[in-house]
């Protein structure tokens, strides 16, 4: 599903292959409980910002989310 990612420091930019699963991975990944978000000049990638005090506990969570989130649309 992955089709690329891009980062500077903690942001990160996660390109899928197919732009149709974007919005339903959002909205699951946010009713989850994590924050992710649109780009508005890359309809096909999805932001991660985490705050600079994030802890490695939270990013295992994020990460994990974002993971479960992306298995539970390709089924």
């Known amino acids: 599903m992955i089709k690329e990612v891009r980062s500077s420091g903690l942001m990160m930019a996660v390109e899928i292959h197919d732009p149709s699963l974007l919005t339903p991975l959002i909205d699951r990944v946010i009713s989850d409980g994590v924050l992710i978000d649109y780009f508005l000049f890359n309809p ?4 991660i910002a985490p705050p600079l005090i ?3 506990q939270e990013i295992q969570h994020g990460v994990s ?3 479960k989130a992306m ?4 089924r």
């Open 44 to 47: 096909s990638s999805f932001r």
């Open 65 to 67: 989310t974002i993971l």
């Open 71 to 74: 298995d539970s649309i390709l």
């Open 54 to 56: 994030i802890t490695d």
